[in-house]
């Protein structure tokens, strides 16, 4: 395994948040590379896999799909994103996309603080 760190699905999932078997399911559908094994076949999984979980769980916070992060994982990634034509376009339009949902929940948040700053009904227009 060399120098670099190793950690066991166990301690990934602890510090990814991601379960053990949502690990499993996504190797299993390729979402993320096969991973390596210990002697004893345990998977073992390094910062580099920890990355790749954290920008699943990104996009799945988005509301990416996971047939659409699979296809935007298997981008060149690891290369700047200026330098990956489809890379910056997606993310720029990943990114269009989380802002206008900002907006939208920004606007409805600015109604219920008026509601509740001026003691209104709910059901009542402000």
Not at 6 to 29: H, P, Q, V
């Amino acid at each position: 395994m060399g120098s670099a760190a190793a950690f066991s699905i166990k301690e990934i999932s602890k510090m990814t948040g991601l379960t053990e078997d949502a690990l499993r399911y996504y190797e299993k559908i390729e979402l993320l590379p096969r991973a390596k094994r210990r002697e004893n076949g345990r998977r073992v999984y390094n910062k580099e896999d920890m990355q790749l979980m954290k920008l699943i769980i990104c996009l799945k916070k988005m509301g990416v799909s996971l047939k659409d992060i699979k296809e935007f994982a298997s981008l060149s990634y690891k290369e700047d994103i200026l330098s990956a034509p489809e890379v910056y376009d997606k993310v720029q339009s990943y990114r269009r996309k989380l802002q206008d949902q900002i907006d939208h929940l920004q606007k409805i948040l600015g109604v219920l603080d008026y509601k509740i700053a001026n003691k209104k009904s709910l059901l009542k227009d402000s």
